[in-house]
C-alpha cells in the first residue's frame, strides 16, 4: 500500500516538475523515488498479510514478490531513457508521470482480491499505455501503433467486463475468496452457463493484455511502432503484472472450475508456442524478433498457470515469479542494448548489429547473455526459469505440453543466435563502423543486468521459493 501511496503522489509532483523546463533535474527524481519504493515494498515482505479499500486489496508475500519485480524493471529501465534528457523532450515530465501512474495499476493487478480492483488496475495500466505507444508523436510508426493497440485494447477491456459482469450474474460477488465458494457450490444449477461463459470471456481478455495467442495479433506491430524504451516497458511490466492477476484469478477464484479452463488455458499454450516461436523465426528485424519472443515467453508462462493446481504458493507459483523476474531482466539487457544501438545507427534489423562485439565489447557482451537467456541456455536466469516451470508441469502430468514446449524451445534457439551471430561474426560497415556512445550510467546498468542474469542461472535457489 506504500508503494500505491508513494508512486501516486510523486507521479503528481513529477507532473508540476516539468514547469521548470529543467529534464536534468526529473531522471535523478524518478529513480530516487523508484528506490524508495522498492525500499518501501521489501519492508512490507515482514509484516502478516493487510487488506485495503473494504478487503478489495491485500499485501501479503504475493504481492511484495511481483511489485518487487516491476519496480525494479522500471528502475533498470530508466537510465535508457537517457536520450530523452540529453534530446531537451519536452514531454519528459509527462512520460514519467505515466510510467508511474503505470506502476500504480500493475500494483493493483497483482494485489487485487476484487475483481472491480482487477478491471481499475488494468485500465490505469493500459491507459498509460496507449498514451506512451504513441509518444513519438512525429512518426507514423508510433501513431499507428498507439491507434491499434488503444482500439484492439478497448475492445479487450469491453469484452473483459463483459465477463466479470457474466461472473458476478452467476455468484453474486465480486470478492475472490467469494467466488470461490460460489463456484464451489453453485446455489442455482441454470445460471453455470453463465458462469462458464463469464470465465472464458475473462480468460480472452487477459489474454489480450500478456500476448497470449490467438489474441496476439496486435503484438508486433504495437511493439515495433512504440519507442523501444516504451516497448521494453510494455514487454516487461505489463507481462508480469498481466499473469500476476491471471495466476490469482484461477488458483484463487476458480480453482472449483478448474475442469473447464485448464483445457482451454492448455489450448492457448500450446498455441502461443507455437505462433511466438515459429513467427519469431521468420523475422528480420532485432525489434519484431523479440516482439514475437514475448508471444513464446506468454506461452512458457501459461504453463505455470496450467501446473497452478489452485495455489499461490506451490512450485508452478514459484516457477511464475522466477520466470518472470528472468525474463524482466533480460528482455531489459536486450531493449537497453538495441535502443543504445538504435538511436546511434538508425536501424533495429540484425545487420545493425554488425560487427558491435570489436566496436563496443560491452554491449555486445550484455546482448549475449540476455539472448542466452532468453533462449534458455544453462547458467543464465532463463533456464532455470524454464526448469522450474517446466518440472512443475511434468509434476502434474502435462507430459505432452512439456515435451512440445522443450521443442519449441530448440525453435528459439536459432533465432535468438542470429544477434549474436551478426555481433561477433558479420564486420560492421559504413556508418554502422563507429562505436556507439554509452553513458557511466548505462555501462553500469547495462553490467548489473548481466551480472543479474548470470545470478539467477548460478545461484537460483536464493529466489526460486520464496512464495
Given amino acids: 500500500m506504500t508503494s500505491i501511496i508513494l508512486l501516486s503522489i510523486f507521479g503528481i509532483v513529477q507532473l508540476f516538475l516539468g514547469f521548470l523546463r529543467s529534464n536534468k533535474v526529473l531522471l535523478p527524481g524518478v529513480l530516487l523515488v523508484l528506490l524508495a519504493v522498492f525500499g518501501a515494498n521489501l519492508a512490507d515482505w515482514n509484516h502478516a498479510p493487510q487488506s485495503f479499500f473494504n478487503q478489495m486489496l491485500t499485501v501479503d508475500h504475493y504481492t511484495v514478490a511481483f511489485t518487487g519485480i516491476v519496480v525494479l524493471t522500471a528502475l533498470l529501465l530508466l537510465p535508457f531513457s537517457r536520450s530523452y534528457v540529453v534530446a531537451h523532450e519536452p514531454n519528459l515530465a509527462e512520460y514519467y508521470a505515466l510510467l508511474l501512474f503505470s506502476l500504480v495499476g500493475a500494483i493493483m493487478m497483482i494485489g487485487y482480491d476484487h475483481l472491480l480492483m482487477l478491471f481499475v488496475g488494468i485500465e490505469i495500466l493500459s491507459i498509460s499505455m496507449y498514451v506512451l505507444a504513441g509518444a513519438s508523436k512525429r512518426d507514423s510508426r508510433s501513431n499507428e501503433a498507439a491507434l491499434k493497440y488503444f482500439l484492439m485494447g478497448a475492445f479487450a477491456t469491453g469484452i473483459l467486463l463483459f465477463g466479470i459482469a457474466l461472473l458476478y450474474g452467476a455468484t453474486g460477488t465480486f470478492a475472490l475468496s467469494q467466488i470461490a465458494t460460489a463456484v464451489a457450490a453453485p446455489a442455482n444449477a441454470s445460471l453455470l452457463p453463465m458462469l462458464y461463459i463469464g470465465i472464458l470471456l475473462m480468460i480472452i481478455g487477459i489474454g489480450f493484455k500478456v500476448s497470449a495467442a490467438p489474441f496476439h495479433f496486435w503484438t508486433p506491430d504495437v511493439y515495433e511502432g512504440t519507442p523501444t524504451f516504451f516497448t521494453a516497458f510494455m514487454s516487461t511490466v505489463v507481462k508480469t503484472a498481466g499473469f500476476a492477476a491471471f495466476l490469482k484469478l484461477l488458483a484463487v477464484a476458480l480453482p472449483a472450475a478448474q475442469g473447464f479452463w485448464a483445457p482451454t488455458i492448455q489450448a492457448m499454450c500450446a498455441l502461443t508456442l507455437l505462433l511466438g516461436n515459429v513467427g519469431a523465426a521468420a523475422q528480420t528485424t532485432t525489434k519484431r524478433m523479440l516482439a514475437y519472443s514475448s508471444v513464446s515467453h506468454a506461452g512458457y508462462l501459461l504453463i505455470g498457470l496450467v501446473a497452478g493446481n489452485g495455489s499461490l504458493t506451490g512450485p508452478a507459483a514459484n516457477g511464475i515469479f522466477f520466470y518472470s523476474l528472468a525474463y524482466s531482466i533480460a528482455t531489459v539487457a536486450a531493449f537497453g542494448v538495441l535502443k543504445l544501438v538504435a538511436d546511434h545507427r538508425q536501424r533495429d534489423d540484425y545487420a545493425g548489429l554488425n560487427g558491435l562485439g570489436k566496436t563496443n565489447p560491452l554491449l555486445a557482451f550484455v546482448m549475449t547473455v540476455a539472448m542466452l537467456s532468453l533462449a534458455g541456455i544453462p547458467l543464465t536466469g532463463g533456464f532455470f526459469g524454464k526448469f522450474f516451470l517446466l518440472t512443475a508441469a511434468v509434476g502434474q502430468g502435462h507430459i505432452g505440453l512439456v515435451v512440445f514446449a522443450v521443442i519449441m524451445s530448440m525453435v528459439g534457439i536459432y533465432y535468438y ?51
Fill in 417 to 467: 543466435l542470429r544477434p549474436i551471430i551478426a555481433m561477433y561474426l558479420r564486420p560492421a560497415e559504413g556508418p554502422t563502423a563507429d562505436a556507439v556512445p554509452v553513458d557511466g550510467l548505462q555501462s553500469f546498468t547495462l553490467g548489473l543486468l548481466a551480472l543479474l542474469t548470470i545470478a539467477l542461472g548460478i545461484l537460483p535457489g536464493l529466489l526460486s521459493g520464496i512464495l
